[in-house]
């Protein structure tokens, strides 16, 4: 089936870094992405959708030049987390759209964790 | 834009009874609904959708209800088995925005 793969599975840095979550296509070609974030116990909110060779639409309340959204193939979307805090900690997960029916499949998600 | 209500948000049953998780959506325009299981530090799996053309869809143990009237659709697990227990969401998508939005989630206890 298709197979959304996203890396890494976790990752720790510092307060003030950047950290890049990549999500690849393996088997299909991914023309929208969407980007989740879910805090512990809560729900999956919708962060952006990222569109190949397009810039990403974010929701209401997303800071866009914090987390800034590459989708520059058919095969690859990523995340930037610019200058990360803590209270950005979170598990971010992405999802693509499949071709007519198919539903959607999401990547294994990220546990990001700052310090 | 869409807004997705789940209840309850916590649920306990005993092993073999049956749950019943309820979901409502704000926009009319939606036309997919899918469900998603998701334990702990995993990602979402889909155990079962329906489209707005269609009022039930059953697959073994788990069936879905649609009501687009009421905009109310609802997950149904007979037998429950400890395994089933998880987190469950919700989730109302419009094709034409190609997004899905989640509930806040239920969950989910079976109680050997």
């Known amino acids: 089936g298709a197979v959304v793969s996203q890396h890494p599975s976790w990752v720790i840095c510092k307060s003030g870094t950047s950290v890049k979550i990549e999500c690849r296509s393996l088997?299909?070609?991914?023309?929208?992405m969407f980007w989740y974030r879910q805090f512990p116990k809560q729900s999956l909110m919708l962060m952006a959708t990222?569109?190949?060779?397009?810039?990403?639409?974010?929701e209401q309340g997303v800071e866009k030049d914090k987390f800034l959204i590459n989708h520059a193939s058919l095969t690859l979307s990523t995340l930037t987390v610019t200058s990360a805090h803590p209270e950005d900690s979170s598990f971010y997960i992405c999802?693509?759209?499949?071709?007519?029916?198919?539903?959607?499949?999401f990547g294994s998600g990220t546990r990001l964790t700052v310090v | 834009g869409e807004n997705v209500e789940q209840h309850p948000s916590t649920l306990s049953v005993q092993e073999g009874d049956s749950a019943v998780i309820k979901c409502t959506y704000s926009?009319?325009?939606?036309?997919?609904f899918p469900w998603y299981k998701q334990e702990l530090g995993k990602r979402p799996q889909l155990i079962i959708d329906?489209?707005?053309?269609?009022g039930e869809k059953k697959d073994q143990r788990i069936a879905v209800t649609l009501n687009k009237t009421a905009k109310h659709f609802s997950l149904h697990i007979t037998e429950t088995q400890p395994e089933d227990s998880a987190v469950y969401f919700c989730?109302?998508?419009?094709?034409?925005?190609?997004?899905?939005?989640f509930g806040p989630g239920t969950s989910l206890s079976v109680i050997p």
């Open positions: 999802s693509a759209r499949l071709g007519g029916n198919y539903g959607y499949t």
């Open positions: 989730a109302a998508s419009l094709a034409s925005y190609d997004k899905v939005i």
């Open positions: 926009d009319s325009a939606s036309n997919y």
């Open positions: 990222s569109n190949e060779g397009s810039k990403a639409t974010y």
């Open positions: 088997d299909f070609q991914a023309t929208t």
């Open positions: 329906i489209r707005s053309n269609v």
